[in-house]
């Protein structure tokens, strides 16, 4: 049985999301021992596997989501992708900032989601 058209869309943009967020923010661990070159040749290599996943996930949710919707959605997986990634890969401090903004992006989702 297929998975549900929204679910396909979703899982597919969280998976690719996890590519984006270390295509664009995963060599700054790095960034001083590694060429900027190296660090964009890598990053290139790793947003491929981005696209794959993204331009498929929104090709199939379009329709059952509008545009505007699925722009919506991929903010809020990028919000939650990007927060474990500060605190966990990157060591950055949790920062009540994370909270406000996600509250931000839920009133975003009612006023894309309402009738």
């Given at each position: 049985m297929p998975l549900p058209v929204g679910l396909q869309t979703i899982l597919l943009l969280i998976a690719s999301n996890v590519f984006m967020t270390f295509a664009w923010y995963g060599h700054l661990k790095f960034a001083h021992s590694k060429p900027w070159v190296i660090a964009a040749l890598l990053s290139w290599g790793i947003a491929l596997f981005e696209y794959l996943l993204q331009v498929p996930a929104n090709r199939i949710g379009y329709g059952t989501f509008s545009l505007a919707q699925l722009k919506i959605i991929q903010e809020v997986i990028t919000l939650s992708v990007f927060v474990p990634f500060a605190l966990f890969y990157a060591g950055q401090p949790f920062k009540l900032d994370f909270v406000w903004a996600g509250?931000?992006?839920?009133?975003?989702v009612y006023f894309m989601f309402r009738n």
């Open positions: 509250l931000c992006l839920v009133g975003a």
